[in-house]
């Protein structure tokens, strides 16, 4: 089942990156949930777009359910990857926004 999210961006000033590189805030909003937000920090190239940076924010899940999986196969189910745990994130649909 798809979950629905509304997503919003902002570049921020950051001093010592490489030319044509940018620091980026994203925040994601739970269409059912409007209260939850989560946020996000991004450091990509200039060129960048939102779809880019959300899919790079949607394979995270991906790669703590991997944690997840070996901390199992190797007995370590009792240790935590995250604050949060590991989940697998459901398909994301979006609709995007940048901050004026």
């Known amino acids: ?3 629905w999210d509304d997503w919003a961006w902002q570049a ?3 001093r010592d ?13 739970s269409i059912s949930q409007p209260d939850e937000i989560a946020y996000y920090f991004a450091f990509a190239p200039v060129t960048v777009t939102l779809e880019e940076v959300i899919r790079a924010a949607g394979t995270r899940w991906q790669v703590e359910a991997g944690f997840e999986l070996s901390k199992q196969g190797a007995g370590l189910v009792g240790l935590a990857t995250t ?3 590991a989940r697998q994130a459901p398909h994301i649909k979006c609709r995007a926004a940048r901050f004026q």
């Not at 990156?17 to 909003?29: N, S």
């Open 1 to 3: 089942m798809p979950r």
């Open 12 to 14: 921020l000033p950051f």
């Open 17 to 29: 990156l490489p030319p044509g590189w940018q620091q980026w805030l994203l925040a994601r909003r």
């Open 83 to 85: 604050a949060s745990g």
